[in-house]
């Protein structure tokens, strides 16, 4: 059985961090892609960053470059969002995908919210 299990989320005020986490289990955890996506409230879902399968980051949004860094550790099973300097329009859930081709999978997401 497939699983994708974020954590990490939380609220924060405007300049601050946090790190999220998504561990995955049930498939070839190398074989896949891993994204970050989010979906702010009345906006479509949207991707954030991604990551290959090796480690090499992917397309990253604009309105994060610079801000965020993902990352994988391949013996874990896990990726990773460094987010830093949060902004009010950061607020959004958070969800982890699984790439593979036309093959993907999603966690259930981890709220972000950024707010003084």
């Known amino acids: 059985q497939v699983q994708l299990v974020e954590s990490g989320g939380g609220l924060v005020q405007p300049g601050g961090s946090l790190r999220l986490s998504c561990v995955a289990s049930g498939f070839t955890f190398t074989q896949y892609s891993m994204n970050w996506y989010r979906q702010a409230p009345r906006k479509e879902r949207e991707l954030v960053a991604g990551?290959?399968?090796?480690?090499?980051?992917?397309n990253t949004a604009d309105s994060v470059k610079g801000r965020f860094t993902i990352s994988r550790d391949n013996d874990k099973n896990t990726i990773y969002l460094q987010m830093n300097s949060l902004e009010p329009e950061d607020t959004a859930v958070y969800y982890c995908?699984?790439?593979?081709?036309?093959?993907?999978?999603w966690g259930q997401g981890t709220q972000v919210t950024v707010s003084s």
């Open positions: 995908n699984a790439a593979r081709g036309a093959e993907y999978y």
């Open positions: 990551i290959t399968p090796g480690g090499k980051p992917l």
